[in-house]
C-alpha cells in the first residue's frame, strides 16, 4: 500500500527566507504531483514531475523528484506573505487508474 | 470551458436523509475521480471512473455509491448520512494517456450531516 508523507506539516516562516518541505513515499512511482491549496478552496496544480531528477520551477518555488530515494522537495526561496497556503504532494499509485494518494500537506504561514 | 464544476457548494444534511453530489466536466476527459478531504487532512480517494460505464472504489467507499452513464458527468450517491459523512467532497478529472496526466479539480461541495 502506497503511503505518502510530508514534513514538516506546519511552516511558519519570515519574509525572505528560504525553506524546503519534504514529500517521502513508500512505493515505487514515477509521478509525483505539488498542489497548493487557499483556505476554502480548490486545489491548484503547481508542478507535475515525471520522471527521475526532475526539477520544476515557478517563481519562488522549485520542486525537484528523486525516484531512487522516494523523495520529493518544494523550495521555497525569499518567502512573500502570498505564499502562505497548504502544500499538498500526491504520488500516482501506478496500474492504468491514474490514483493518487496525498499526504496531509504542509501548511505554509509567511510572516512580515 | 467551465472546466469541472460541482453542485450544490453547501449542503446541511440530517443524520439518514440522502442526497446526491453532482459533477461535470467539459473537457471530455476518460478519469474521474471523487475524493473527500476532512479538515486538516490530505484528500483520501472514494471512487472513480475510467471511463462512461465503469467505476471501481478507492480508499473509503463505505457510504457513498456513484455511476458514469456518459463522459460528463460523475455522481456521488450519499445513502443514509452520517455525521462521519461531513467533509468537504472535491471532483476532479483527467485526460490520460502520454502526457497528459494532470488532474483538475472543481471547486468542492461542503456538506455537513447532523
Known amino acids: 500500500e502506497l503511503k505518502v508523507e510530508q514534513n514538516p506539516l506546519f511552516l511558519s516562516m519570515q519574509e525572505g527566507k528560504n525553506y524546503t518541505i519534504y514529500c517521502n513515499y513508500s512505493?515505487?512511482?514515477?509521478?509525483l504531483y505539488w498542489y497548493r491549496q487557499d483556505p476554502g478552496k480548490s486545489l491548484e496544480s503547481l508542478f507535475v514531475l515525471l520522471s527521475n531528477g526532475a526539477v520544476k520551477q515557478e517563481g519562488r518555488l522549485m520542486a525537484s523528484l528523486d525516484t531512487k530515494a522516494r523523495l520529493s522537495t518544494l523550495h521555497i526561496t525569499a518567502a512573500v506573505h502570498d505564499l502562505s497556503a497548504t502544500y499538498f504532494c500526491a504520488v500516482d499509485e501506478r496500474g492504468g487508474s491514474e490514483k493518487l494518494v496525498f499526504g496531509k500537506g504542509t501548511k505554509l504561514t509567511v510572516n512580515p | 470551458n467551465a472546466g469541472v464544476t460541482q453542485t450544490p457548494k453547501f449542503r446541511i444534511l440530517k443524520i439518514g436523509q440522502s442526497m446526491t453530489l453532482q459533477c461535470t466536466q467539459d473537457?471530455?476527459?476518460?478519469?474521474m475521480y471523487w475524493y473527500r478531504q476532512d479538515p486538516g487532512m490530505g484528500l483520501k480517494l472514494i471512487y472513480y471512473s475510467v471511463g462512461a460505464g465503469i467505476t471501481d472504489k478507492g480508499e473509503v467507499p463505505n457510504g457513498y455509491n456513484v455511476s458514469r452513464s456518459t463522459t460528463e458527468d460523475f455522481p456521488l450517491r450519499l445513502e443514509l448520512a452520517a455525521p462521519s459523512q461531513t467533509s468537504v467532497y472535491f471532483c476532479?478529472?483527467?485526460?490520460?494517456?502520454?502526457?497528459?496526466?494532470?488532474?483538475?479539480f472543481g471547486p468542492g461541495t461542503r456538506l455537513t450531516v447532523l
Open positions: 512505493t515505487t512511482s514515477d509521478r
Open positions: 476532479a478529472s483527467l485526460r490520460g494517456g502520454q502526457g497528459r496526466v494532470e488532474q483538475f
Open positions: 473537457m471530455n476527459h476518460n478519469y
